[in-house]
């Protein structure tokens, strides 16, 4: 079956069309592609994009009828792990990648070798310490054959994916334009414009630092720390750094599974206190008055901004997302 075939196939699960025959078809490919094995990945990176594809499939088939909820559900889970093992990482599963054959487009300079992404989808390479990068189309890296013992420095232009094998004595650099993103070990996304003069940096798991190219020798003038669910962008022109949170929050921490989100006559700040805990967000309550409420939601299968519009509504308050924090704001309840 052809990637095409295949994705006309998963469509029409999704929208619930599938013959039995279709189903078993499609659980068939996810097992063997399973039992490849993939890339190792710790729990918080496997949990994170799980998480996240998670959500996606659970809006997509959000119609269907109550009779196949147990079906969809089982099917949202076995998709998100088995996209976590092919859609990001599909392209090294159990096996080195080269770049020269991966890209359509790849050179080198004495010990500098330079990959840009011809083709229509993305494209992964396996760096000299274990650090995999997923070029987006027309993204370029240009890194160096053999690390160093101390420093380990690439460039990129474009958009890339990175999962950085942790090496405490030798923190890893990315400069995109005038920024630089450095850490130690951590899975994130850099996504730059063609002239590079906005860059966008956004953290799945771990720790990331942010700081621009002037600013090295005293990186903590403008130094930004970025934790997972945030994100910061870069205006060469104004020089500005500008955190907020990522489009999707994913669950964060030990989560061994997805949590019972269902509240019964809950205190507001015991449901924002949870929030805050599984999202790894601070959230607060602007007005004491809101700690008078209470919640009754099951804010199961939802995005996190949509669980705060449903416990806004409930109580007539709303929220506004700030920097890296989330408000609440209203008048509390009677």
């Known amino acids: ?9 998963l469509q029409k699960y999704l929208a619930g069309a599938c013959t039995p025959a279709e189903e078993k078809l499609i659980l068939d490919w996810y097992s063997e592609i399973d039992s490849e094995g993939a890339a190792p990945l710790n729990k918080a990176e496997k949990r994170a994009i799980q998480q996240r594809i998670w959500q996606r499939l659970a809006a997509k088939t959000s119609h269907f009828p109550a009779s196949r909820q147990p079906v969809r559900y089982a099917w949202a889970a ?11 990482f599909i392209y090294w599963s159990g096996r080195p990648v080269a770049a020269e054959t991966a ?10 070798i330079v990959t840009v992404n011809r083709i229509s989808r993305s494209q992964a390479i396996r760096l000299d310490d274990g650090t ?24 990129l232009s474009g958009e890339a994916f990175f999962r950085v094998r942790r090496n405490p004595v030798s923190p890893f650099m990315v400069q995109t334009g005038d920024l630089i993103t450095e850490v130690l070990g ?17 953290v799945l798991t771990g720790r990331v630092s942010v700081y621009p190219v002037a600013d090295q020798a005293q990186r903590g003038r403008h130094e930004v720390v970025l934790k997972p669910n945030e994100r910061v962008t870069y205006r060469s022109d104004s020089h500005q750094l500008v955190p907020t949170l990522v489009d999707q929050p994913v669950l964060v921490g030990p989560v061994r599974e997805l949590p019972d989100l269902t509240f019964d006559k809950a205190p507001l700040p015991a449901v924002m206190d949870r929030l805050q805990a599984l999202y790894g967000i601070d959230i607060v309550l602007e007005n004491d008055a809101l700690s008078t409420c209470s919640i009754n939601a099951d804010l ?19 929220y506004e ?8 704001r209203g008048n509390g309840c009677p």
């Open 186 to 202: 951590t899975t994130f996304t850099i996504k730059s414009s063609a002239d590079t003069r906005n860059v966008e940096v956004a």
């Open 300 to 318: 199961n299968d939802l995005s996190l901004y949509n669980q705060l519009d449903l416990v806004c509504r409930s109580v007539d308050a709303s």
């Open 103 to 112: 890209m359509a487009e790849s050179g080198s300079v004495a010990n500098t």
């Open 132 to 155: 995999v990068v997923v070029l987006k189309p027309e993204a370029r890296l240009t890194y160096p054959a053999h690390f160093g013992r101390t420093r380990r420095a690439v460039t």
């Open 78 to 88: 076995v998709v998100a792990a088995g996209l976590v093992g092919i859609g990001l």
């Open 321 to 328: 997302v700030r920097g890296t924090s989330i408000f609440i």
């Open 1 to 9: 079956m052809s990637q095409y075939e295949f994705d006309e196939l």
